[in-house]
């Protein structure tokens, strides 16, 4: 974080130093847990004196963008807006159509995102999509479930960056906090489905390929197959968990009958 913030060149006021840090907290590149650098390196790096420095992060603070932890430094605060209250989010972890409904939205969302990245990104944002791809990569190669969903948010949280629209990213991170807080807890057996996980890192590589190529039209559409798989997806595991129920529960009835069957001929 040492080479983010820059010098400031005219006034060196307060002003000045808390347009930096908003414009970096707004555009993405400071997230929610950040810690800043030490006050003595900070007011280095801007150039300003620690007592300006001070009046900038303690009206950042009294804004709700940072929080100062008891011996633990100034991190950025958890600014990601909340898309529902919590009575209604807890309406959508017991609603099915709920679910539908948030991948038909992310479906169109992300195909924008994907679109607008194939536009917009840069060098830069490329060179951090190939990090999160050779992670995807080695997460499939171990299997491990729970990472691999991780990486998997992660890299459409990055798609996302690449678009640099300030709305859609604050619009997706609200909506992959719903993911992130388990309030889709099924989530996960999308990784149950046959041939899913190679499918599925078949498709994040298409979207990667698509932004890299610069082909907005094959971004977008690789994201919009990639919701819909995995909203069928989705599906299959449902009912097949469902079939898998109702046949234990038939298999345990049918045996009960039986074992009871001999004791009722000899009544």
């Given at each position: 974080?040492?080479?983010i913030?820059?010098?400031?060149?005219?006034s060196?006021?307060?002003?000045?130093?808390?347009?930096?840090?908003?414009?970096?907290?707004?555009?993405?590149?400071?997230?929610?847990?950040?810690?800043?650098?030490?006050?003595?390196?900070?007011?280095?790096?801007?150039?300003?004196?620690?007592?300006?420095?001070?009046?900038?992060?303690?009206?950042?603070?009294?804004?709700?963008?940072?929080?100062?932890?008891?011996?633990?430094?100034?991190?950025?605060?958890?600014?990601?807006?909340?898309?529902f209250?919590?009575?209604?989010?807890?309406?959508?972890?017991?609603?099915?159509?709920?679910?539908?409904?948030?991948?038909?939205?992310?479906?169109?969302?992300?195909?924008?995102?994907?679109?607008?990245?194939?536009?917009?990104?840069?060098?830069?944002d490329?060179?951090?999509?190939d990090?999160?791809?050779?992670?995807?990569?080695?997460?499939?190669?171990?299997?491990?479930f729970?990472?691999?969903?991780?990486?998997?948010?992660?890299?459409?949280?990055?798609?996302?960056?690449c678009?640099?629209?300030?709305?859609?990213?604050?619009?997706?991170?609200?909506?992959?906090?719903?993911?992130?807080?388990?309030?889709?807890?099924?989530?996960?057996?999308?990784?149950?489905?046959?041939?899913?996980?190679?499918?599925?890192?078949?498709?994040?590589?298409?979207?990667?390929?698509?932004?890299?190529?610069?082909?907005?039209?094959?971004?977008?559409?690789?994201?919009?197959?990639?919701?819909?798989?995995?909203?069928?997806?989705?599906?299959?595991?449902?009912?097949?968990?469902?079939?898998?129920?109702?046949?234990?529960?038939?298999?345990?009835?049918?045996?009960?009958?039986?074992?009871?069957?001999?004791?009722?001929?000899?009544?």
């Open positions: 974080m040492s080479d913030f820059s010098r400031i060149e005219h060196r006021t307060a002003d000045e130093v808390v347009q930096q840090i908003e414009n970096l907290i707004l555009e993405g590149v400071l997230r929610t847990g950040d810690r800043l650098p030490g006050e003595r390196e900070l007011a280095r790096q801007f150039d300003v004196s620690r007592p300006i420095l001070r009046d900038a992060l303690k009206a950042l603070e009294g804004r709700g963008l940072l929080t100062t932890r008891p011996g633990g430094g100034t991190h950025v605060a958890d600014v990601i807006g909340q898309l209250t919590k009575p209604v989010t807890d309406l959508i972890s017991m609603h099915r159509k709920a679910v539908t409904d948030y991948l038909e939205y992310r479906r169109e969302i992300e195909g924008v995102a994907a679109e607008y990245a194939a536009r917009r990104a840069t060098a830069d490329l060179a951090l999509l990090r999160i791809m050779a992670r995807m990569d080695e997460a499939d190669r171990t299997g491990d729970d990472d691999e969903a991780e990486i998997d948010v992660e890299f459409h949280h990055a798609i996302c960056e678009a640099h629209n300030i709305i859609l990213l604050h619009t997706l991170r609200s909506c992959y906090r719903l993911l992130s807080e388990g309030v889709f807890q099924n989530r996960l057996l999308v990784f149950s489905v046959p041939g899913a996980r190679e499918a599925l890192l078949a498709q994040h590589r298409a979207i990667h390929a698509a932004v890299k190529a610069g082909d907005p039209a094959a971004a977008r559409q690789a994201a919009m197959d990639h919701i819909t798989y995995v909203e069928r997806s989705m599906a299959e595991a449902e009912r097949s968990g469902d079939w898998q129920r109702v046949s234990r529960l038939r298999l345990r009835q049918r045996a009960d009958a039986t074992d009871t069957e001999p004791a009722r001929k000899r009544s």
